[in-house]
């Protein structure tokens, strides 16, 4: 069973940073492309980030583009997403998943597993 586990939301004045953590089980983590993606009340589910499996190829939303970084630890089973320069339009539950597609992928429909979601909030 695919378990994903999400860690690091909180609370941060605009212009802080956070780094989110998500923790892979139940599957060969090293082969998924991992992403991110946030929920803000009232709003679509909309992706943030994604990573490929190998590393080599990273896809960014344009609205995080700059700010954002993503990156995977294999041997911990486990992917980050760094966020500097936090706006309050960055507030949203921010949900980890897994695909199991070759590409990078950035469309809900091409993950196979999510997890629960880590709420960040950003005040000004």
């Known amino acids: 069973q695919v378990q994903l586990v999400e860690s690091g939301g909180g609370l941060v004045q605009a212009g802080g940073s956070l780094r989110l953590s998500c923790a892979a089980s139940g599957l060969t983590f090293s082969r998924y492309t991992m992403g991110w993606f946030r929920q803000a009340p009232g709003k679509e589910r909309e992706f943030v980030a994604a990573?490929?499996?190998?590393?080599?190829?990273?896809v960014f939303a344009d609205s995080v583009k700059g700010r954002f970084t993503i990156s995977r630890d294999n041997a911990k089973n486990t992917v980050y997403l760094q966020m500097n320069s936090l706006k309050p339009d960055d507030t949203a539950v921010y949900y980890c998943?897994?695909?199991?597609?070759?590409?990078?992928?950035?469309?809900?429909?091409?993950?196979?597993?999510w997890g629960q979601g880590t709420q960040v909030t950003v005040s000004s």
């Open positions: 990573i490929k499996w190998s590393t080599s190829s990273t």
């Open positions: 998943a897994a695909s199991r597609a070759i590409l990078v992928v950035t469309t809900r429909d091409r993950y196979d597993a």
